[in-house]
């Protein structure tokens, strides 16, 4: 993926974050143009009336678009306009690019806009992939998504929708799945105003049916995804200022944690959105201990539990000579769980040293430039050496 993202990664069911990357975007490749039966007339007026299906919320005329005799594309037609209305879909706009011919068929691809009204400030813009096929004197919609662009989970096909005041969830998958993320979601909201209470905007989750439709949502390459529980990035995979930011969950991970490490996962992504963390340039032991020291911060578990990873480390090699820098943080690199819960002690002992408040606005200082070593000063009243003391103490003694 283009750009920065964060990623939760669960490690022997500890937390673990990670940048994955920075290269500048470079657009994608859109296949040979078809050399044949989709004109570029015909797959226009298919799209502008697929738009308008949508805007008007008319599931019977996004059916009929699909091909005739193809009830799956059609219910998945129909699916789409039906999540529009149950997540409010607002500003949905699309404008053809171009056509083409890949291993999956006939496609047409066209920019598209769209934002979840009372979530999202401002819309999402992407070059999405939409599946066609000529179908007697028309051409016909079989479904959104595909190629190596990002393929919004909105527009996959039916889903389950689960809205309230503050949350926006949305998962490939069955009510009982739907409504157990849509706890999670709900209950990390208070969790992170205690901290925040500034933030006012909302949580939106999104939850394919799969990891690989996870690598297909998010433009990835496959496998990216495997180990990562959540990830919180932009829902068009740009860095674009206002993009609107969502959480979206790996099923096959996120659904064999404990309730406890659950909720602290969705609470931990919830701060990265609250915070709005995802593009953020801060050093990742403060950018991810704040959101674990948020997500952790009323939970009941003894630091033998929730450190045993950095604890087993000091352990056999001592204490680290300095706070993690980004090495240590590669989603490949050795001991990532444990570098996670020593960027999270350092950030709870910041809390302990100088109070809670003086955490929160020091997070913000660096977060708005400020030298980490002045944002220390002046916000908590330590050196970046006595704070990098005082955690290797704090480590040592929890390893005694």
């Keep these: 993926m283009a750009g920065l993202s964060l990623v939760l990664l669960v490690a022997s069911g500890l937390l673990a974050w990670s940048l994955v990357d920075d290269d500048p975007y470079v657009a994608p490749t859109r296949p040979p143009a078809s050399s044949g039966s989709t004109s570029s007339a015909d797959a226009t007026a298919a799209i502008e ?4 299906a949508v805007e008007k919320r008319d599931e019977e005329a996004a059916r009929a678009l699909a091909p005739a005799g193809d009830d799956e594309a059609a219910d998945r037609l129909a699916g789409i306009v039906a999540n529009a209305e149950a997540a409010g879909v607002r500003d949905f706009t699309l404008r053809f690019v171009d056509t083409a011919s890949d291993a999956a068929g006939d496609a047409a691809y066209a920019d598209a806009t769209w934002r979840f009204a009372g979530f999202d400030e401002g819309s999402a813009h992407a070059e999405i992939r939409i599946g066609v ?8 919609i079989t479904g959104f998504g595909g190629d190596d662009r990002i393929s919004p989970l909105w527009l996959s096909g039916p889903l389950e929708v689960r809205r309230t005041d503050d949350t926006l969830v949305l998962v490939d998958g069955s009510g009982a799945e739907a409504d157990e993320i849509a706890a999670y979601a709900e209950a990390a909201v208070p969790v992170v105003r205690k901290v925040l209470p500034s933030w006012r905007q909302g949580l939106v989750v999104e939850v394919p049916a799969s990891v690989e439709d996870l690598d297909a949502v998010l433009s990835s390459g496959p ?9 919180t990035t932009s829902d068009d995979g740009s860095l674009a200022p206002g993009a609107p930011v969502h959480v979206f969950v790996n099923p096959d991970l996120y659904g064999r944690l404990k309730p406890t490490g659950a909720q602290v996962v969705m609470s931990h992504e919830a701060t990265h959105v609250a915070a709005d963390a995802w593009a953020s340039t801060m050093p990742l032991w403060l950018l991810e201990g704040f959101a674990d020291y948020v997500a952790l911060r009323d939970v009941d578990l003894p630091l033998s539990r929730s450190a045993a990873q950095i604890i087993a480390e000091v352990r056999k090699d001592g204490p680290p000579e300095a706070l993690p820098g980004a090495a240590e943080f590669g989603t ?17 002992l910041l809390a302990e ?34 704070l990098t ?4 103490t704090l480590l040592q003694d929890l390893a005694a």
Aim: aromatic residues 10%; glycine residues 12%.
């Design 133 to 140: 096929q000529p179908d007697g004197d028309r051409v016909a």
């Design 389 to 392: 003391q005082q955690w290797r």
């Design 223 to 231: 496998g990216t995804y495997d180990q990562i529980a959540a990830v």
């Design 49 to 52: 009336a697929f738009e308008g």
């Design 332 to 348: 490949r690199a050795n001991g990532l769980g444990a570098t996670y819960e020593s960027a999270w002690l350092a950030c709870r």
């Design 353 to 386: 040293s100088g109070g809670e408040n003086a955490l929160v606005r020091f997070y913000r200082a660096v977060d708005a430039g400020t030298p980490v070593e002045q944002a220390l000063r002046q916000e908590v009243g330590l050196t970046e050496a006595e």
